[in-house]
């Protein structure tokens, strides 16, 4: 194996601080706490841990900037500043992949430009949006003469919570709306990834956006966390995690009736029927269940595929799974690295267990590889379970990870009813080369997001988020700044 070398000054040795009001300092508490490369089991950096009274400063902080400086930067600054964050995310994006690598195990090498262009466009996109926030001139019908029209305002002081699955895109499809629209927020990593939000911090510091527009408190989701989402002087709550903390959430948020957004978690079907190309459709499904591990909200991990062509998929899709490269997520070869934390691996084999005592059967995969070096990280194999039924907790409930349960079906009208039959409606694939049953099913999946004949894309003009329990509100797209945005009404009598 050989790994990506880079030397970063970022990690330094010394213990990452939080970024609250333009000042790099420690948590009032001293207390620090590791982070941990999940491919090797070595520590990282130490991260400053923050609590409650860290949250209430950076949240004064926001406060301020936004009361301050910030309300007055005009929109095309705002935009140039936006658009200069997106240069130096540009600049800096080997680094970024590098320490999200060994923070939380995405591999080095998959699709490297990608990764960079669309982290790059999602900033550009609503650095666009920057200058076109506008309301409307309202033709009333009030019987004397009355001008209304609508202006659009930021929401005010956005406290962001970030899961640790995908850290650069967690962290900019929430910073790149809030800095849009005009808000300031305090961005709550995970505690298994917090390292990519705090060299964004130094980006932010670096490109002239004020001082408090943008605050990182990293710490423990029960601690910093609550204490953000209960907090009486944050406007909104924008939440990526799971749906158990989402209710929590908005439970807490109800307070002052905070703007709640949430983006949770899937189960979500992907479709195979008999006419698809097999040879897109095994690699397509497979790779949207194993990709980063199957950490993926929209994982596609229940594969229903039309009984026909059953077996030649099951034969096919273990093959695949088989031979995927599994390994140190810096090497460059790796495909599948691994999980992001112990917790997270003993999550996956404890699933692989119970899906074993409900009578589903491994054909590929089925356990974790500690193989000479693997031994020390946390790797799953990529695995294929077959004789699922529907009911089965493996087949019900999120497993994040890379686990595919392959069921079989008859009929169109069968597998719209049994993809429909979950508590979660993230997200849907179909493979298929028949155009008006593609379009069926894109209309008939209860899912914010269909894929035909392809999975995982995304791109920052198209909306993405939840039916169900997998959320409320939309990320990327128009509709994720208007999350970000109050609608005041103005009336004026002219008579
Ligand atoms: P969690 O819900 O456990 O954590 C998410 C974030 O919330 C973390 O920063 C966590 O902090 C924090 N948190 C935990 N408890 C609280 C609390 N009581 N109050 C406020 N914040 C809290 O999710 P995971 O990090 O385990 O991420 C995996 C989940 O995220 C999966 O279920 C997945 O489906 C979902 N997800 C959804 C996406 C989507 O777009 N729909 C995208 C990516 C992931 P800490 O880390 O310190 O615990």
């Keep these: 194996m050989s790994t990506t070398t880079l030397t970063l000054p970022f990690l330094d040795g010394r213990p990452k601080q939080l970024l609250i009001g333009g000042e790099w300092g420690p948590a009032a508490s001293g207390t620090t706490f590791p982070s941990i490369d999940p491919s090797t089991g070595a520590v990282v950096a130490e991260l400053a841990e923050g609590d409650a009274a860290d949250a209430d400063r950076a949240v004064a902080a926001a406060r301020a900037a936004f009361e301050g400086p910030w309300r007055t930067t005009k929109p095309a600054e705002r935009q140039a500043l936006i658009w200069a964050l997106a240069d130096a995310v540009k600049a800096n994006f080997a680094e970024l992949r590098h320490l999200e690598a060994v923070d939380m195990g995405l591999p080095i090498g998959r699709s490297p430009e990608a990764g960079a262009d669309h982290a790059v466009e999602v900033l550009r996109y609503f650095a666009g949006w920057a200058t076109k926030v506008q309301g409307d001139t309202l033709p009333n019908s009030m019987p004397w003469q009355v001008f209304t029209y609508t202006l659009k305002e930021p929401v005010g002081v956005v406290a962001a919570i970030i899961p640790w699955n995908s850290p650069i895109n967690n962290v900019l499809w929430k910073l790149a709306p809030v800095l849009a629209s005009g808000c300031t927020m305090v961005l709550k990593p995970a505690e298994e990834a917090s390292l990519v939000a705090l060299r964004i911090g130094e980006l932010v ?203 079989p079906f008859d009929t169109l009208d069968e597998v719209v009813t049994r993809s429909n039959a979950s508590r979660f409606g993230l997200a849907g694939g179909v493979w298929t080369r028949d155009v008006s049953k593609a379009h069926r099913l894109a209309q008939e999946l209860r899912t914010g997001t269909v894929w035909v004949n392809t999975y995982n894309l995304f791109d920052p003009v198209v909306p993405f988020g939840g039916y169900k329990m997998s959320g409320q509100g939309r990320e990327c797209g128009p509709d994720a700044l208007d999350q970000y945005l109050e609608t005041k009404a103005v009336w004026i009598r002219t008579d």
Excluded: W
């Design 205 to 407: 510091a670096e490109v002239g956006i004020p001082d408090g527009v943008v605050n990182v408190v990293t710490g423990m989701g029960e601690t910093v966390g609550a204490a953000l989402t209960a907090h009486p002087d944050v406007d909104k709550v924008a939440f990526t995690g799971s749906t158990a903390v989402g209710q929590q959430i908005a439970r807490a948020a109800a307070g002052n009736l905070k703007r709640v957004t949430l983006e949770l978690g899937g189960k979500s079907p992907d479709i195979v029927l008999a006419d698809a190309d097999l040879r897109r459709a095994v690699p397509g499904a497979a790779m949207g269940v194993f990709a980063n591990s199957g950490q993926a909200c929209c994982a596609g991990t229940r594969v229903f595929v039309e009984r026909p062509i059953y077996d030649e998929f099951v034969e096919a899709a273990s093959a695949y799974a088989r031979k995927l490269k599994v390994g140190n997520s810096l090497d460059p070869e790796t495909r599948i690295g691994p999980v992001a934390s112990s917790e997270q691996l003993e999550r996956v084999v404890g699933y692989l267990d119970v899906g074993r005592s409900e009578g589903a059967r491994a054909v590929a995969g089925g356990e974790r590889l500690v193989d000479g070096k693997l031994a020390d990280g946390y790797f799953v194999a990529p695995t294929v379970l077959v004789d699922v039924e529907d009911e089965m907790r493996v087949a019900t409930e999120e497993i994040f990870g890379p686990v595919a349960c392959v069921l």
